[in-house]
């Protein structure tokens, strides 16, 4: 008897956290308003190439590893994208209001964009808050699975994609906030 009350249990434990997810899920869904909209939840997590370096402008290398512990949002793009332009300065101020202890925003140059011209958009585009990160060859774009830019990827702590955006969005916007702020939230 003693079996059956505690198989019992564990089934309840398990059905109310994927219920607990669903409704997380579908809290989230709820926040999702404007160019927003076209943000992907994965059901499940998805592991990333947390250990394929890119470099910062001092030729330092990084991995989507050394972020782990945050919520992130990784951008891939490329200075002649003109999606990329668009959107840039809403990362930046999305970086500005909420980076931190919990959350980053990783911009992170793809498709054999070079350094200069990285700084240079960076400068005339206005953005301030963000680092230059490169990814010279694609390699970390290509095992992403990036076929277009720009492309947005939500980490969670543990470094798992939880959600994709493929084109520009408003990241500034009290959607995308709500949005972020509540990932944040669910992993803390």
């Not at 955006?165 to 990241?171: F, K, N, Q, T």
Request: hydrophobic letters at 50%.
């Amino acid at each position: 008897m003693k079996f059956r009350t505690l198989l019992y249990a564990a089934m309840l434990l398990t059905a109310n956290a994927a219920w607990a997810d669903t409704a997380a899920m579908a809290q989230i869904e709820a926040l999702k308003e404007g160019t927003l909209k076209k943000l992907a939840l994965h059901s499940e997590p998805r592991s990333v190439p947390r250990d394929l370096p890119f470099v910062d402008v001092d030729g330092a290398p990084h991995t989507l590893a050394d972020y782990e512990g945050k919520v992130v949002v990784v951008n891939f793009w490329a200075t002649w994208c003109a999606p990329c332009r668009k959107e840039m300065p809403a990362l930046d101020a999305l970086q500005a209001e909420m980076g931190g202890e919990d959350f980053v925003v990783v911009p992170i140059a793809t498709l054999r964009t070079k350094q200069m011209a990285a700084i240079k958009f960076f400068e005339d585009i206005g953005v301030e808050q963000l680092p230059v990160l490169l990814d010279e060859n694609g390699d970390l774009a290509r095992a992403s699975g990036v076929m277009g830019l720009p492309v947005t990827l939500v980490l969670d702590r543990e470094g798992n994609e939880i959600a994709r955006m493929m084109g520009d969005a408003e990241w500034d916007s009290q959607s995308a906030k709500a949005i972020l702020s509540r990932v944040i939230d669910a992993g803390s």
